[in-house]
């Protein structure tokens, strides 16, 4: 019998911010989340020896979101962008922060990081990103299907 995978969020259309590739990324996100929170398993090596195999993934994922979320905002000149860059990069710094604390044994277990990575990301969705919702929906091009989108002819 397959192992039961648990969530520790579940996507919901609350969290949507209206364009398609950052709403496939920011699930992608919640996937990663629901990936690390299902490698708590009370077995600190087994934990570790995780976290060192999917770090650099995440990593890279996060960067990834981030660069395509600035490139957005940036080319449809957002008023926000500045502020919103400066919260991409101090969460940069603190998860590199974090994550040495977690491979160096200090402070910080799976189950925190997990915790904290969790709440970052809903509160950065549902209260950053959602900003930039209302004026994305204002520069976005309809599709033929009555869907908002912004693609290369939105960004300048």
Known sequence: MAEEKSEIITWSPTYSVGVKIIDDQHRGLLN???????HVVGDADEERAY?????????????????TEEKIMSGTN??????????????????VEKVRDYETGRKLTLIEFTKFLKDWILTHIA???????AYFKEIATRKADGKLSIDSSDIK
Do not use: C
């Open 32 to 38: 990663l989340l629901n990936d690390l929170f299902n």
């Open 51 to 67: 976290f060192k195999k999917v770090i650099q993934q995440a990593v890279d994922y996060v960067r990834v979101h981030f660069s």
């Open 78 to 95: 957002f008023p926000g962008y500045p502020e919103h860059k400066k919260a991409h990069d101090v969460f940069v710094l603190t998860v």
């Open 127 to 133: 209260i950053m990103d959602k900003q930039y919702f």
